[in-house]
């Protein structure tokens, strides 16, 4: 497609990424947490999903007329698409619930399976929103004969609005998160335009696919924490620290390791330009993994403001820095932004995380001596 082009379908799919696994991921993660605390039915997050489905759509035709490519067709192929993958991620709930991932591993194999379809698709339409949506779409035909949670799909519970709190607070969250893991295709778009958005891009790749891995991760984690009915103390969470930042360290020297490899060989053209920011830009990536690891034990055991909390103060750090220092030093400022503003979103999950674990073991300790 070129450099340019490519660039300008990265821009389009990093709104799909923060519109569909925003809200499909609140509604599948909240309703996974909600489970042993309050009894919920379909309708409640059903009726939801139907709202930020609409939300979405409107987005994406405002996203289509800023760039001047908004015809009915584009305006059509983008909203399904981004409607499809919205709710394709809140559907493996259905399995995360039961805890059978044989079915879950069953489910992706199937969107792979769509992709492989829709690249063939590619070949003779030119038309690259059918590569995404093939997968999306053959996934939720997968999960609806068998499911559970489209079952009754609009019937709510008494509990919906505290439901529909909870959930729109994580989605919050999880707007901002992924809007700032996207950050840099709509930043580097804006100031710079296509070509440096494929750069940048081409630079962190590998990171930014070990950043991916946060959803499927966290979505086990949360899985088994929603079932842990056990205490939150400070050890327990300093083992959480260690584990991640181990894994994340791994992760770390393989990128550094493949990633020079990997760009020769698939992306030659932006190789020259691309190879100086490979360790920058793989750190910051490595470090909005690791912190978004330790985000889904707050979100199971904290209260959902500091999750939203953390995000907040992240996001208002992250424009300070970016902003600026793309428009003075180009694409390497904005590297070193994102690398900073990483440091910080990890620093504040730590104090979050011991903080509310140590307030637990006091109350506890207490409770202990009264009794």
């Excluded at 990265?10 to 709104?15: I, P």
């Excluded at 983008?78 to 559907?91: N, W």
């Excluded at 804006?190 to 630079?203: E, I, P, Q």
Aim: charged share 10%; hydrophobic share 50%.
């Amino acid at each position: 497609m070129g450099e340019e082009a490519f660039g300008n379908v990265l821009y389009l799919l990093s709104v799909v990424a923060i519109l569909a696994n925003s809200f499909g991921m609140a509604l599948n993660n909240t309703r996974l947490v909600i489970k042993p605390q309050f009894e919920s039915r379909n309708g409640d997050y059903n009726v939801l999903m139907v709202i930020f489905c609409i939300i979405s759509c409107a987005v994406a035709i405002v996203v289509l007329h800023s760039l001047d490519t908004l015809t009915p067709i584009n305006g059509l192929f983008f909203c399904v698409l981004t409607v499809l993958t919205l709710i394709r991620y809140y559907s493996d709930v259905e399995y995360r619930l039961t805890l059978r991932y044989r079915r879950y591993f069953v489910y992706y194999i199937i969107i792979s399976i769509g992709y492989l379809l829709g690249i063939i698709l590619y070949k003779f339409t030119k038309n690259w929103f059918l590569v995404l949506a093939c997968g999306e779409l053959a996934a939720v035909l997968f999960v609806l004969p068998q499911n559970t949670i489209y079952q009754k799909p609009f019937i709510c519970s008494k509990q919906k609005a505290k439901v529909w709190k909870i959930t729109v607070t994580v989605a919050g969250s999880y707007l901002i998160a992924n809007f700032f893991q996207n950050i840099d295709r709509i930043v580097l778009q804006n100031l710079m335009g296509g070509d440096a958005v494929t750069t940048f891009y081409t630079a962190s790749v590998l990171g930014k696919t070990v950043a991916l891995l946060i959803g499927p991760i966290n979505g086990v984690m949360i899985a088994y924490l929603a079932r842990y009915s056990g205490s939150f103390s400070k050890g327990i969470f300093s083992k959480a620290v260690l584990l991640a930042v181990a894994l994340s360290g791994i992760c770390f020297i393989g990128c550094i390791l493949v990633s020079p490899w990997l760009i020769r060989t698939f992306y030659p053209n932006v190789y020259s330009t691309a190879n100086g920011l490979i360790g920058i830009a793989t750190l910051g990536q490595i470090l909005f993994f690791t912190a978004g690891l330790l985000l889904a034990v707050i979100l199971r055991f904290c209260h959902q403001r500091y999750q939203f909390t953390i995000q907040i103060i992240y996001g208002i750090v992250y424009v300070a820095l970016a902003v600026p220092a793309t428009i003075n030093m180009g694409i390497e400022g904005f590297a070193y932004a994102t690398l900073w503003a990483n440091l910080i979103r990890f620093a504040l999950v730590l104090v979050v995380g011991y903080k509310d674990a140590g307030k637990r073991e006091i109350k506890e300790k207490a409770s202990n001596e009264k009794q």
